[in-house]
């Protein structure tokens, strides 16, 4: 077992990724907490995905921003060197051809932070995902 030095938190991984501190209440406590350079991509991300799903609640679940609709439409989170887009297996099947060239695992798309992110892709995963909730 490996513990953070910062928040004593234990954990299988030596120096595992994960939230050291208070869990943040909101998204926008969320964005503010991350490094500079991070939260204008945050703050994009949240726009494209607000916008492809209107109707979805914005909440906090796992210590990440969350956008729910019946069920858990996405989660975000950032990392040091990538920002981890929560989408679900079948999103990320559907979509491996326009995902080809990030990595993704387990219903999860990492973007890294030093390449430009497509907002659109985005939103148009997120708008499959709600048409998947309510069908």
């Known amino acids: 077992m490996w513990q953070c030095l910062k928040c004593g938190r234990e954990f299988k ?3 595992q990724d994960h939230y050291c501190g208070k869990a943040p209440k909101t998204i926008d406590e969320y964005i ?4 500079e350079e991070t939260r204008p991509i ?5 726009e494209a995905i607000r916008v492809a799903a ?12 969350t956008f729910w609709q019946s069920e858990n439409l996405v989660h975000f989170a950032a990392f040091k060197k990538h920002i981890s887009i929560f989408i679900g297996e079948e999103a990320v099947s559907v979509f491996m051809d326009k995902l080809a060239d990030f990595k993704t695992k387990k219903g999860t798309v990492q973007l890294p932070i030093d390449v430009p992110v497509d907002y659109l892709l985005i939103a148009e995963i997120i708008r499959w995902r709600v048409q998947q909730i309510e069908s």
């Open 32 to 35: 503010a907490a991350q490094p």
């Open 13 to 15: 991984n030596t120096n």
């Open 54 to 65: 209107p109707n979805a609640i914005e909440k906090i679940s796992w210590h990440m921003p």
């Open 42 to 46: 945050l703050i994009n991300i949240r």
